[in-house]
């Protein structure tokens, strides 16, 4: 007989050993797939949320100053049905504008030489503008605003290019990309807008 060397069985403390770290890789696996997959759901819900329901926007411009600034964050509400006051941001040749609601479907719009506003013979009151102006305005005064559509003006009304003129014209409904409800860059002026 030849004689083979049996290897001896391992102590089963270093089999529960090994077991146990195997258990631990596993748990550890499982862990890190489930956080992974928790993180691209929550980021896809926030990307969604944010195109879809609350757009965020970065300002361009000067059109809107006092209220906004050129380089001011905002967050928008994508919702239907906007008043006159409301500040909303539409899209306009693959741009997007941001303008204040000044009249709606059906309301005649008129403004006079010095730039204040009439809508439907009633003067509008604006405490947001610092200075009135005509402005570039190309329509015809009085204007009734077209069905579906809301006419618009920026509140540095000597500078924008709104409604008052044939480029730009009424804001159609299905252009709009919400309302703007809240400057949240530069933090110093963090709040609601109005």
Not at 32 to 44: K, N
Not at 54 to 70: H, W, Y
Not at 97 to 102: A, E, Q, Y
Request: charged share 25%; with cysteine.
């Amino acid at each position: 007989m030849s004689e083979e060397k049996k290897q001896p069985l391992p102590e089963l403390s270093l089999l529960e050993a090994e077991l146990e770290r195997e258990r631990y890789k596993n748990k550890y696996g499982k862990v890190l797939r489930s956080t992974a997959f928790s993180l691209i759901v929550v980021a896809a819900a926030a990307v969604l949320i944010a195109v879809l329901l609350l757009p965020v926007l970065q300002i361009s411009g000067s059109s809107m100053t006092e209220s906004l600034q050129d380089g001011d964050i905002v967050v928008a509400l994508n919702s239907s049905g906007y008043k006159t006051g409301d500040v909303i941001a539409f899209y306009y040749n693959n741009n997007i504008l941001v303008k204040r609601v000044i009249a709606s479907s059906g309301d005649w719009v008129d403004i006079d030489e010095k730039g204040n506003v009439y809508v439907n013979d009633e003067p509008l009151e604006e405490p947001y503008i610092t200075e009135k102006s005509l402005g570039d305005c190309n329509i015809t005064l009085p204007y009734q605003v077209p069905d579906e559509r809301c006419f618009v003006m920026g509140d540095h009304r000597a500078t924008s290019i709104d409604s008052r003129n044939t480029a730009v014209g009424c804001v159609s409904n299905d252009m709009v990309i919400g309302k703007i409800l809240v400057r949240v860059w530069p933090l110093s002026e963090l709040g609601m807008v109005e």
